[in-house]
């Protein structure tokens, strides 16, 4: 187990050393959750247009839930587990660039991660049949996440790669509540109209 914490630690240094302080604010923004409003507000938009008003409605219930759940179980494996963050970790801080604007005490996993990959996940399967390659831009968009984590110097990537496993895992079977309850409560509602 010590070897794989210390090939953690050796990729971390190589990921977050490659960063240069004219591209940091960039970096920052990618990592700053309030960035990625333009692009739910877009994602939004083409549920309402694709699905309706009550789907869309469940739709934003369904993330909502699912970014609750990576969200805490981040922060229940975090205290669970206490592995220092990179930037607290003597050994690794000397040698690492900090970028964030702040550094938490423990790391394992990274909610980050979870979150973006969570949520692409969620949103390739809604739109697989309506807009299938937005799949990509998705995961793309997600591992851009993903990284600007090791760029701030506030996770290593063992930390990510599990953030992203989970995520995609969280992706799926919120993927299919949202399924279930969309039949569910539509069913219904057309029962109701009969």
Known sequence: MEKLAELDRELFLFLN?????????LWVAISDKWMAI?????LLYLIFRKFGWKPTLITM???????????????????????????R???VMEYARFVAERCGRFGYFSAHAANSTGVAVFLSLLFKKHYPKLFVFLLIWAVVVSYSRIYLGVHYPGD????????AIFGYLFHLLRKYLTE???KKDLGQAQ
């Open 184 to 186: 569910k409560i539509l």
């Open 61 to 87: 219930v369904v993330v909502t839930l699912l970014i609750t759940a990576t969200d805490q179980l981040a922060n229940l494996f975090k205290h669970g587990f206490e592995r220092p963050r990179p930037c």
């Open 38 to 42: 333009p692009l739910y507000a877009l």
């Open 160 to 167: 990510v790669i599990t953030g992203i496993f989970i995520g």
């Open 17 to 25: 050393n490659l960063g240069s302080e004219p591209w940091d604010w």
């Open 89 to 91: 970790q003597e050994g």
